[in-house]
């Protein structure tokens, strides 16, 4: 058996990554047996360097290896391109043509983007696996192929399942081994390796002086997402190797070529479809009901105060950021103190409480947000659900973040923190 070494070098395989070798000394493990392999990973990662490296080890390395983008072919004739057809089976069709299964029998085929294939396909996919029989477009003679199945994919598998875009049965039939290549973010180590083998290739090939980057621009560049992984990387490098005068790149240039180098932050991106495409709207909604009661309870606790002490200067002065909160126009000024009463009087009149209640009236054995606390009980518990679900929804964008959660919800961090405790989050 070849060391993990051996086989990196026969290939051009770059990098030292755990999830790197793992998923190579799975490869060398299975290539002399016969079982079905699926190599899952993000576009770019370099899954076709697996089928090569199990082709290669296996018994089946004189046979020929073929390999099929199953989501370049038209599905009119997919069925044609895998198992071949028989003359005349179809408008076109002028002699019979035999199909990648007949012709790679002892071989390996390879199955690129195999979760593209469509349904009528992966039945006879299944068959193939199953028994190694097919047969023929316009033809009833079943027809037998000793063929090994490696397939590759970029999409998430089970959620084609729930779709019912794949079928199960297949998939357990294709991932009996599943090597899964990381992408190249997780690979920080190895980013700058590859890219100066891409940058010497390049450099070889296009007869010029090797670039090669600075500290800082080698820091930028294992910081970048890289989106489409080795392959972007590469593009990158043949890019910097052909337009640049100058073979030492900083960091300021090297951002020229990385797009979206500003907005490279993470984000969380729903993978189910809304069921209603006002779903947004609902949950905006939701939060101005939400911003409005955070207001409510502050007026009411403003309310309270100014009852109890009956001297609106120094409640106004002690609760001055609370009220330009509330009262504060559009330019940023502070209400006076007549303005203060006037604005008072409205909204003692819409909770329908006697401005010259005297103080005794007010029980100082209960809780002093005792008007406030009366009000939220005549409140629905769905608004309470829907305060809930945002605080969730908030905390979930934010990775748990309370200070951009609660900047995001329009109220104080502290306000948040007891909303959390409230709800047991």
Request: charged share 35%.
């Amino acid at each position: 058996m070849e060391s993990i070494q051996a086989v990196k070098q026969r290939f051009g395989i770059i990098g030292d990554d755990q999830r790197l070798n793992r998923a190579i000394e799975k490869a060398i493990q299975v290539a002399p047996t016969d079982i079905s392999v699926l190599v899952t990973g993000e576009s770019g990662v370099g899954k076709e360097s697996i089928p090569k490296i199990i082709h290669s080890l296996s018994h089946r390395k004189h046979g020929k290896y073929i390999a099929v983008n199953c989501g370049a072919i038209p599905e009119g004739t997919i069925d044609s391109e895998l198992f071949g057809h028989e003359k005349g089976a179809f408008t076109g069709a002028t002699q019979t043509r035999s199909g990648y299964f007949e012709v790679a029998d002892g071989g390996t085929i390879f199955l690129d983007e195999v979760g593209e294939l469509p349904l009528p396909t992966q039945v006879r996919l299944l068959r193939v696996l199953e028994n190694g029989e097919f047969i023929k477009v316009g033809s009833s003679k079943v027809q037998k192929s000793d063929v090994r199945i490696i397939a590759a994919t970029n999409i998430n598998m089970q959620e084609s399942i729930k779709k019912e875009r794949f079928r199960e049965d297949l998939y357990y039939r294709l991932s009996t081994v599943e090597i899964n290549l990381p992408p190249l973010r997780d690979r920080k180590d190895d980013i700058h390796l590859l890219f100066r083998k891409f940058a010497s290739d390049f450099a070889l090939k296009y007869k010029m002086p090797t670039i090669k980057l600075q500290d800082d621009a080698v820091g930028l560049l294992k910081k970048y997402r890289w989106g489409g992984n080795i392959r972007q990387l590469r593009n990158i490098a043949e890019q910097i190797s052909v337009l640049e005068q100058e073979r030492i790149i900083g960091p300021e240039r090297l951002k020229e070529y990385l797009p979206d180098i500003g907005s490279n932050l993470p984000a969380v991106i729903s993978e189910k479809k809304k069921e209603s495409d006002f779903s947004n709207e609902r949950e905006i909604l939701y939060k101005v009901l939400f911003d409005m009661k955070s207001d409510l309870t502050d007026l009411k606790k403003l309310t309270l105060k100014l009852m109890e002490s009956g001297n609106t200067q120094k409640v106004q002065d002690e609760n001055e950021s609370l009220i330009q909160k509330l009262y504060g126009d559009d330019d940023g000024e502070d209400v006076d103190a007549e303005e203060l009463e006037a604005l008072n009087d409205e909204r003692l009149e819409v909770l329908q409480i006697p401005q010259n209640s005297p103080k005794s009236e007010i029980s100082r054995e209960k809780d002093k947000y005792y008007f406030a606390e009366e009000i939220q009980e005549e409140e629905t518990l769905s608004l309470q659900d829907k305060e809930l679900e945002l605080i969730k929804k908030s905390l979930e964008r934010h990775s748990g973040k309370r200070k951009a959660a609660a900047e995001e919800l329009g109220i104080s961090e502290r306000t948040l923190y007891r909303k959390i405790k409230q709800y047991n989050l």
